[in-house]
């Protein structure tokens, strides 16, 4: 929260701010307000935790990549071909996880399932969110390369889900992402 900017923004507005930091296997909720923060939690949300080459074949597989993807309904391993539709549904359900733990209290019992920390009991009213890390990229659309990994699709599905309302308060603008 400090380093993306959220807690500047909080302190010089007077907001309270959820700053979300996605990064490769992890992200980590801060949630500040007159530039203090209150409460953190992180969650196994990434955009590494999934890797395919060139030909659309797994090369990397974290558990949390494997838990999302059996929660999308497929079995995957090492070595499997995956198409772009089916990693969709990964990250829609990546995305909609992260929605629920941002909105719902308590969390359901799937948000807690990937939790790495106690949750945030309450995150109460919300003036904004911003988003940091290197997910953050493709949320702000500040970077369009593929890198293989999950980032540029969880990127526009948090970005979609922001634009819906379906997160705990509106988009801000970036501050530091990556």
């Not at 659309?141 to 990994?149: A, L």
């Amino acid at each position: 929260a400090y380093g993306s900017g959220a807690a500047r923004v909080s302190f010089d507005e007077g907001k309270r701010i959820l700053n979300i930091d996605i990064g490769g296997g992890t992200t980590k909720l801060g949630l500040v307000e007159n530039g203090r923060v209150l409460a953190t939690a992180a969650i196994h949300i990434g955009g590494r935790l999934l890797v395919v080459d060139g030909d659309r074949r797994i090369v990397r597989l974290d558990p949390a990549g494997r838990h999302h993807a059996r929660r999308a309904g497929f079995d995957w391993t090492v070595g499997d071909r995956v198409g772009e539709s089916e990693l969709e549904r990964v990250v829609d359900g990546m995305a909609d996880l992260l929605a629920a733990a941002v909105t719902q209290g308590p969390p359901p019992e799937e948000v807690l399932a990937v939790h790495l920390t106690e949750p945030v009991a309450d995150f109460g009213a919300v003036d904004g969110i911003m988003f940091s890390g290197g997910v953050s990229e493709y949320i702000y659309r500040r970077e369009s390369r593929d890198f293989g990994d999950l980032g540029p699709l969880l990127g526009e599905a948090l970005r979609r889900r922001a634009e819906a309302g379906m997160l705990a308060g509106p988009l801000l603008p970036a501050g530091e992402c990556i």
